[in-house]
């Protein structure tokens, strides 16, 4: 009988789903306070900081995430540097996130006028306080609509890290595919319950945008 099996496997899906959840959690905060760090490091830092960004950005952004989570779970254990397979996913979605956003962060950087900046400090605004109180929050506002994408786009990808046994939605996918041989049942279970996530995820950040940015985020 079709899906059958759904109901004994719904508590799999559900832990899946959870772990699919946090790592998405950790993946934002940590990527996007990442993002705002290099974004400014790499137009107001010291030269040297500013290329170790570029390379950094560059290498993230031109080799496969895959790639990225093997070196980081398999390759750092050679140097010493053993994690346990959540974290080593957290780490590597971390700074795969934080490569592409600080793109996106820096153009919003870039589109916020320059006067307003020379306005704050001649009225005896530190830099620091110019860049958290004015320039940042109009950065934010210019391209949450992106970075936005860009965590859905992660959340996504998140799948990836089932290859070092995580045991997130798609890992439990699998396990449930091997145990009942039903694979287009599985897949597509599972193929809905990402679409849910995603949707969700998305609302929630433009909900929560809104709040926190004021109107105008989409």
Do not use: C, H
Request: aromatic share 8%; charged share 15%; glycine share 8%.
């Amino acid at each position: 009988m079709a899906f059958a099996w759904l109901p004994g496997a719904l508590g799999d899906i559900a832990r899946g789903a959870a772990t699919t959840i946090l790592l998405i959690a950790v993946t934002t905060l940590a990527g996007t306070f990442l993002s705002i760090l290099g974004a400014a490091g790499r137009r107001n830092g010291p030269v040297l900081l500013k290329r170790a960004i570029g390379v950094y950005v560059e290498v993230v952004r031109n080799t496969p995430f895959l790639v990225q989570l093997f070196f980081i779970f398999f390759g750092l254990p050679s140097l010493g540097i053993r994690l346990d397979p959540v974290l080593a996913a957290m780490l590597a979605m971390t700074l795969n996130m934080a490569a592409y956003t600080i793109e996106i962060v820096g153009a919003g950087l870039d589109a916020v006028p320059g006067g307003q900046t020379e306005a704050a400090l001649a009225l005896g605004l530190r830099p620091r306080q110019v860049f958290i109180k004015i320039v940042l929050p109009q950065a934010l506002k210019v391209i949450y609509p992106a970075l936005t994408s860009q965590i859905v786009i992660m959340m996504l990808e998140s799948a990836v890290v089932s290859q070092i046994a995580v045991r997130e939605l798609t890992y439990e996918a699998d396990m449930l595919q091997a145990r009942t041989f039903r694979s287009f049942e599985t897949y597509l279970v599972v193929t809905v319950v990402y679409l849910v996530l995603s949707m969700a995820l998305r609302r929630l950040l433009v909900t929560g945008g809104r709040r926190v940015l004021g109107a105008g985020v989409s």
